[in-house]
């Protein structure tokens, strides 16, 4: 089973940018694809980007597509959320979470308490 504890968060006006960091226990890190997920208030959690264990495969929501770029270290048991041109409908709780299933997409362990990432001018 895998902790997480994201970071990176901020209050970040309309076109700037952020770059999350999510930080993995344990070493099965490698061995599964991640997904960074988000819930804006009143909403249900989301998937925005998935990346597979070896990062030959990432997706994106159309939401986020062209805008954000997901990538991970497996050496540092870390995956990263770039995002560039941010909307205020980027405001949210940003998660990450291991995923069982690439194409499914469905978050697989526990949440961690995740980044608030808050868009405004």
């Known amino acids: 089973q895998m902790t997480f504890v994201e970071s990176g968060g901020g209050l970040v006006q309309p076109g700037g940018s952020l770059r999350l960091s999510c930080a993995a226990s344990g070493s099965i890190f490698s061995s599964y694809a991640m997904g960074w997920y988000r819930q804006a208030p009143g909403k249900q959690r989301e998937l925005v980007a998935r990346?597979?264990?070896?990062?030959?495969?990432?997706n994106y929501s159309d939401s986020v597509k062209g805008r954000f770029t997901i990538a991970r270290d497996n050496a540092m048991y870390t995956v990263y959320l770039q995002m560039n041109s941010l909307k205020p409908e980027d405001t949210a709780v940003y998660y990450c979470n291991w995923i069982r299933d690439y194409d499914l997409g469905s978050a697989a362990g526990s949440w961690g308490q995740g980044t608030q990432v808050t868009v405004s001018s």
């Open positions: 990346i597979s264990n070896r990062s030959f495969r990432r």
